[in-house]
């Protein structure tokens, strides 16, 4: 009886050592793998960015790619697991033409990024040439002479009230429908309250404030269907307009 005691004693020690070496055993080998895949993460060349696998779009008029790509060519050879996309965004968002960026890893090495650039909407006398505006009145560019915007004959300073009569300008521009906003030829806005338009058939439309700009917008369109000779449209107060 002493014996089998002594022998199933033994026995469990001997499986409890193997328990212990086969837990040991595997928390080595995963410790082992935990590196090995850390490593592979964060510091392998198989993830490494490479610049040539950058697709850029977006660009628009006024962003220029190889600025983009400039940015991005410092982090070559940066694991994509370490690459900090946000400092890489702000750095990105501070180039000109850009509004907006969005930017993605793309596995193994690659990255993506998609542009909001800044496109101009009206053109702005100032001196001799003409200041290209987006839509939330940011200097996107200066041309001699506009081609394929409006111009805006609106002051171009910082003071409030240049400001207001500026924003307004755009604000109508802005609610315009594709069919109207191609025909508009020339804007003008003295103060806010006073923004007026000149079509490409010579059809003055008066506009007023920046108020209820929906609703003006589908009165003018249906005035020029029902009074096609009309050379004035005044829908500064829209549930009156009047025609001349």
């Known amino acids: 009886m002493v014996d089998r005691l002594a022998e199933r004693d033994a026995e469990r020690r001997a499986m409890a050592r193997t328990?212990?070496?086969?837990?040991?055993?595997?928390?080595?080998?995963?410790?082992?793998?935990?590196?090995?895949?850390?490593?592979?993460?964060?510091?392998?060349?198989?993830?490494?960015?490479?610049?040539?696998r950058v697709t850029v779009s977006g660009e628009?008029?006024?962003?220029?790619?190889?600025?983009?790509?400039?940015e991005i060519v410092p982090e070559r050879g940066v694991p994509l697991p370490r690459l900090d996309t946000v400092a890489l965004r702000e750095r990105v968002l501070g180039l000109s033409g850009?509004?907006?960026?969005?930017?993605?890893?793309?596995?193994?090495?690659?990255l993506t990024v998609e542009l909001t650039s800044r496109e101009p909407v009206v053109a702005v006398p100032d001196g001799g040439a003409y200041a290209l505006l987006d839509e939330d009145a940011v200097r996107v560019g200066t041309v001699a002479s506009p081609t394929d915007v409006p111009v805006v004959?609106?002051?171009l300073?910082?003071?409030?009230?240049?400001?207001?009569?500026?924003?307004?300008?755009?604000?109508?521009?802005?609610?315009?429908?594709?069919?109207l906003?191609?025909?508009?030829?020339?804007?003008?806005?003295?103060?806010?309250?006073d923004v007026?338009?000149?079509?490409?058939?010579?059809t003055a439309v008066v506009w007023g404030s920046g108020d209820r700009l929906e609703?003006?917008?589908?009165?003018?369109?249906?005035?020029?269907?029902?009074?096609?000779?009309?050379?004035?449209?005044?829908?500064?107060?829209?549930d009156l307009p009047v025609t001349r």
């Open 19 to 52: 328990r212990f070496w086969r837990g040991a055993a595997w928390a080595v080998g995963g410790a082992a793998v935990a590196v090995a895949v850390g490593w592979l993460a964060f510091f392998s060349p198989l993830l490494a960015l490479d610049p040539a």
């Open 60 to 70: 628009g008029t006024t962003i220029d790619v190889g600025e983009v790509r400039d």
């Open 98 to 110: 850009v509004k907006d960026v969005r930017i993605m890893r793309d596995w193994p090495r690659g």
């Open 153 to 155: 004959s609106a002051p």
């Open 157 to 179: 300073s910082d003071d409030a009230r240049s400001r207001a009569a500026l924003f307004a300008a755009l604000d109508v521009m802005a609610a315009l429908p594709p069919g």
């Open 181 to 193: 906003a191609g025909k508009v030829a020339s804007v003008t806005a003295d103060t806010q309250d």
């Open 196 to 202: 007026r338009t000149r079509l490409d058939d010579g």
């Open 215 to 238: 609703l003006k917008a589908r009165v003018v369109t249906t005035l020029r269907k029902a009074e096609p000779d009309a050379r004035v449209i005044d829908v500064s107060s829209p």
